[in-house]
């Protein structure tokens, strides 16, 4: 007897503009997810607290109660659903305003529906059960940093680093390779599962806020930029 088929994937999608909403809650339906669409933040916060999705897609954009409101919202309440922002705004401020609101990633307008789904995928792989557990479900350590990947938490000494989902996964991967440069390429695949190409900037938005909450000004730095090459997590 054949195994019954998983649920389709729930997608709360808020988009003022008419036409991108309507789009893109068709190609996402024939992509195989089951979409709650809605035109603006106090609809897509009564639709988050009324069932909770897999997913939300929030434009940053909105009248009223923008997507970066809606996420420090569901923050705030403690709630962790991923959350993939579209947005118009490509300037690094602008992408660090999401990261700090809580978002967990972003694809800025006009977007190709490829790379959404590909962005939904990865966001959706990283909130399987078990996804993020080391396989010897241990601490994971390096110099005065402190991981605990089944928790998700981690520190820096004694100090508790708060982090987004996104940058958990990064550091916890810098981390796990500590020593080793990492080129943009083998991060881009095992964070997003997507390489965004050599213009994307998105990486070094996600190091940079990364940095900001772990190395402190006075400290020893741990994430270290290796020019043309990558990053690597390292002592000194």
Not at 5 to 32: C, F, H, Q, S, Y
Not at 78 to 92: F, Y
Request: proline residues 6%.
């Amino acid at each position: 007897m054949s195994e019954p088929a998983a649920p389709a994937p729930t997608v709360l999608l808020a988009e003022d503009d008419r036409p991108i909403r309507n789009a893109l809650e068709r190609a996402l339906t024939l992509e195989g997810y089951a979409v709650t669409a809605v035109a603006d933040g106090v609809e897509a916060l009564a639709a988050a607290h009324r069932t909770k999705p897999d997913i939300l897609v929030l434009d940053v954009m909105m009248p009223g109660i923008d997507g970066l409101q809606v996420c420090r919202v569901l923050r705030a309440e403690g709630d962790a659903t991923p959350i993939l922002m579209l947005t118009a705004l490509v300037e690094t401020p602008d992408r660090i305003a999401g990261l700090d609101a809580g978002a967990d990633d972003y694809v800025v307008k006009p977007f190709d529906v490829e790379e959404v789904f590909a962005r939904l995928r990865a966001l959706l792989r990283r909130t399987k059960p078990g996804a993020a557990e080391s396989p010897d479900d241990g601490t994971i350590t390096a110099a005065d940093l402190r991981i605990d990947p089944q928790a998700r938490r981690a520190w820096r000494g004694s100090r508790e680093l708060e982090l987004t989902r996104t940058e958990f996964d990064l550091l916890e991967l810098l981390a796990r390779n500590c020593g080793i440069v990492l080129d943009h390429a083998t991060i881009y695949d095992r964070i997003w599962g997507y390489d965004f190409g050599p213009g994307s900037k998105n990486l070094a938005v996600y190091v940079g806020y990364l940095r900001r909450k772990v190395d402190e000004p006075e400290g020893v730095p741990l994430l270290h930029t290796v020019r043309g090459v990558g990053y690597v997590l390292r002592e000194g």
